[in-house]
């Protein structure tokens, strides 16, 4: 009977593909273009991600600038000076000189004083610090590089165009004429925007002088407190559970407390920091120092399982040698296993302070979002104490504000810090490869 | 004294005692008669350890009952009848803290000296604080006057005896840990009894932790039932805050954002487990090694990305391009998205995030399933798909479903994507082109409002936070549980 | 009775249909040469014992005869072996078709997390062997019955495989290979794992199972080649050194490396 179903199975040719197997063959394929499909879907996430954070967040490197030579007397300082509006005074002086310059040019458009300072920015502070900072400069002709206003600023970059412009007293149509004229006489043009890179905040109002210089100062305070917390304590922590610690109901709480720890969302660290660090300890809100408090909590857990991790790839027969010599249990751990166990320690607080550094909840919470980082902080205990910003807070403030050119700069904070966690983990990667042993 | 300086004399002081322990040491062993039992080093570092840790434990134990004790005291001296209505005793605390601190900036610009507070006129003194720069915003009361002068005595007073105790307590130590240095002392293992006990202190810190978020909401969440009713809070189907000061119309019930977190995760998974899920497979079972190696640190980049940098992709790009297909005017005319800010946005977003964290923790567990099941499953004549549906994905079951579960924990404790991309707007909708917040996006805005720290409208977040909490707690066991449970199964 | 001792007097007297011809395979690991010009003939009906000290390719050659060296990927494979005829290494084949044919059971039982039922199910399903459940449920049934397994486990289909003994979990491994009637059984040292009566069991089976499939058995005791095969090959350091009937290989070997590995002097 079994022979007989055999015979009329087995007959067939290997060289015939079935019906019912080519089936399979074809669900087969579809099932790898499925994979192949995901994986493409992935990095086309990706791709787009850097796209747009390339593509928005240049411009906020660039900023259009006035290009004007001009010669500010002794009367007209002292003038200015005793001004109530210094400032105004300065510009106002700035662009009489500037209409008379660019009657001489000739430039087949009518430029008067009200289009000049519709034109220009923020220049009569800038006019004012250069001058009292040179007096030896009065009286003698200055090329100066003033930023524009943000509105001829954006037309440059595209977010105003001549069919969404209206007309306000920020800036007419018929200003765009002079724009132009003025761009192709090479007096507007555009420059690098170093203020970005080294400038403070600005306020609501001027989102052209907007800068992420204080908050990478913040920044760098509290990587600086988390670095300086995280690393003894973790490796402390690490070494005892993962060499002395026996194992009893006490290990086992810490433990649990770890992994939990490494799985609880991070605003919930920011309550912690609010109800511990600034209303209980009466620490200073928004300060660095809470930060960096902050974050060292939240970086623990991390430290903590990626050290354990180091320290267990080392092989016992290491401990082994060292305690055959006579050393102490003690002695073997932190003379032997500690030093070998360093680049992958290393690396993981490196990789734990990447992630520290992007993070945002907790900062908002305490109280780095109203602030403004309007000034670098004066010395060394003043970085840790006095309120600041940080890079991930500062992004969040300027994609919060309702002026949409803020933007653009947020786009640009965001490619600074990327730079940063960039370099972090590329420095990780090498010293990985570099100290990496197969034991 | 400062604190930075106390702390700096109590490391100089047990510097100290570390070079005369040590050079006793060596002192004893000149003339190489006497030998000792550990390294002179370790003689040394017995005394620094014994003169340091005494100090510091004192002063970290100072600074948090100091504190207490002098609220406690002026508290004391405010009458309840003081305490004006809508006010609380709390606040009153902050406010006279506030003018301590305050005549302690005034003195230290010398706009006040004690000779005008003794004059004890009001106004001149709210005044001098003013010009001094300190935060007060009415007239200075005589209650808190005296309450403040007594909080800035008691904390001078407690700041001195501090410093005494703690140097006293440091120089103990260091004679302590000198007389201690003779040759038969086993310095080494006191040392490292120390070191092993300061180790434990560090592991402790974990606890601590858990136990400060764990305090800290507790307190605020009942105080905050205190102001608002338990059941409304739990039950209630509609958030809005009033924007009035404390209380009276404030409507906050948790149950819109407990929806709004539960939706948007939803569709978060619904991106992110295909595409994880299916990147794992193919990674683990089709790709070569050279496409691996290309393609899964790539997929792993997304993991390392800010979640800010999230949001505001969300905010600036994904949003409008949403709008442009599904909006007015759009690409698919119809008018479903009215805004950028919407559910469907910040789940997209979201999902992208978890995509490295599904398809990691897939790969993983994909990968330890045995080679023997899957000769057996090819011996038997199956296809690669075959063996990967049938033989190897149940295998895999518990682990990806743990997998799962982390990646929902994670999505429903997330921040900043919700914040900047999902809206402010509770509602409970079932259209996902709406906008629709969060728990979380609610903590932050009740927290960085302007309501005042003892108000309904703020301690809800601390309610808030608490129940995000328990929800994250709750999936990460259950998590662990299904691994765990579900694990022997092959082995 | 009468059937038996008649198909005894046909296994001595003609030469069964040789189901698997190999000639002059070399199989290569990289730069290693791993299999040196082995020929061989499988026949019908007949238990073929591949013996041989470790490492001697054994096994390797074993997983060539239904290309689950396919799997491993600087495995290369020269030579010709044919299934009744059609060499299974041509393009136009199907592996997937050939190891319904050529069926495959391994040195440590490794039955998937399933129940019982659908362990020896998966084979016939994924082949779809059966049109309906009653089909699919005789032919789970047979498979047992002949993996001797039947008796022990019919009340419990549905518990899960990995919860039988050694023994019985690879007599599942065994129903599961045979359910799809396959007409050749690879076995890869079967027993190895197995204490002495889960040994004993099956090479009952194995005895029984030869009287419907071709059997290759590869194993490191020589005591138990004698005891199940009727055709021993010696293999030895990657070549065929020796084919041939059990007992004439085993009682009077022609090649003295044969002897020698036989008397104990190598291995």
Sequence with gaps: ?439 | MPLLWLITILIILSAVGFIFGRSKAWTLTKDGTVRLHSLPVYYGTNTALKAIIPGVFLVVIWLITQPLIVSNVVSGMIPSDAISAGSSRGLVLSEIRRTADGIDLAISTNVLNDAIIAEGNLETITDALKEAGAVVTSNITETILDAALEHRSLQTAGDVAMSIVAIALTLGGLFWGIREATPDFRARNSVETGVKYLLICASLIAILTTLGIILSLVFNTIEFFRLYPASDFFFGTEWAPSFSGRGGASKLGVLPLIWGTFYISIVALIVAVPIGLFSAIYLSEYASPRVRSIAKPLLEVLAGIPTIVYGLFALLTVGPLLVSVFGEGGVLGVSWQGGGRAVITAGLVMGIMLIPFVSSLSDDIINAVPQSLRDGSYGLGATQSETVKQVILPAALPGIVGAILLAASRAIGETMIVVLGAGAAARLSLNPFEAMTTVTAKIVSQLTGDSDFASPEALVAFALGMTLFVMTLMLNIVALYIVRKYREQYD | MAMKDTKGLETQVATNEIKIAAKNVQVFYGDTHAIKNVSVDIEDKTVTAFIGPSGCGKSTFLRCLNRMNDTIDICRIEGDILLEGEDIYDRKVDPVQLRARVGMVFQKPNPFPKSIYDNVAYGPRIHGMARNKAELDAIVEKSLRRAALWGEVKDRLSSPGTGLSGGQQQRLCIARAVATEPEVLLMDEPCSALDPIATFQVEELIDELSKNFSVVIVTHSMQQAARVSQKTAFFHLGELVEFGETEQIFTSPVDPRTESYITGRIG
């Design chain 1, 1 to 439: 009977m079994a022979n007989q179903n055999m015979s009329k199975i087995k007959r067939k040719s290997l060289f015939d593909a079935d019906e019912h197997t080519k089936r399979r063959n074809a669900a087969e394929k579809r099932f790898r273009w499925y994979g192949i499909g995901a994986i493409s879907v992935g990095l086309l996430f990706l791709a787009v991600l850097a796209t747009s954070i390339i593509r928005e967040g240049a411009p906020a490197f660039t900023q259009t600038v006035v290009s004007v030579e001009f010669t500010l007397t002794q009367e007209q300082f002292d003038h200015a000076e005793k001004q109530l509006f210094k400032t105004k005074a300065y510009e106002g002086h700035l662009v009489s000189a500037m209409v008379s310059r660019l009657a001489e040019r000739n430039l087949k458009v009518a430029i008067d004083g009200k289009v000049l300072e519709r034109l220009l920015g923020k220049t009569g502070a800038t006019l004012r610090e250069f001058y009292r900072a040179n007096p030896d400069q009065l009286g003698n002709l200055v090329k100066f590089d003033l930023t524009a206003s943000s509105r001829v600023d954006g037309y440059f970059k595209g977010r105003v165009t001549r069919e969404t412009l209206q007309d306000s007293r920020f800036l007419m149509l018929s200003d765009l004429d002079v724009v132009d004229a003025l761009a192709n006489a090479g007096i507007i043009k555009q420059a690098f925007n170093w203020n970005f890179i080294t400038g403070t905040d600005s306020g609501v109002d001027n989102p052209g002088g907007a800068g992420i210089g204080a908050s990478v100062v913040g920044s760098f305070f509290m990587m600086l407190v988390v670095l300086s917390l995280s690393l003894p304590i973790g490796v402390a922590a690490s070494i005892y559970l993962e060499e002395f610690a026996p194992q009893n109901w006490f290990t086992d709480l810490i433990e649990v407390n770890i992994s939990n720890l490494a799985a609880v969302p991070s605003i919930v660290f920011g309550i912690l920091g609010l109800a511990v660090f600034i209303q209980f300890m009466h620490l200073p809100q928004s300060a660095p120092l809470v930060g960096g408090l902050v974050l060292t909590l939240m970086t623990l857990p991390t430290i903590i399982i990626s050290t354990r991790a180091a320290l267990k790839a080392v092989p016992p027969s290491i401990r082994d040698a060292a305690l055959g010599v006579g050393a102490s249990k003690m002695q073997s751990v932190f003379h032997h296993v500690l030093p070998l166990a360093m680049p992958g320690i290393l690396t993981g607080t490196i990789i734990g302070l990447a992630q520290a550094l992007g993070e945002t909840a907790p900062l908002l919470l305490i109280g780095m979002v109203g602030f403004v980082a309007r000034g670098y902080p004066d010395g060394l205990v003043a970085g840790f104490a006095d309120p600041n910003s940080a890079m991930p807070a500062q992004i969040y403030t300027w994609a919060a504000r309702a002026d949409s050119s803020f933007y653009e700069k947020a786009w640009g904070g965001i490619i600074i810090l990327l730079a940063f966690l960039l370099t972090m983990n590329i420095i990780a990667i090498i010293l990985r490869r570099k100290f990496e042993r197969r034991w």
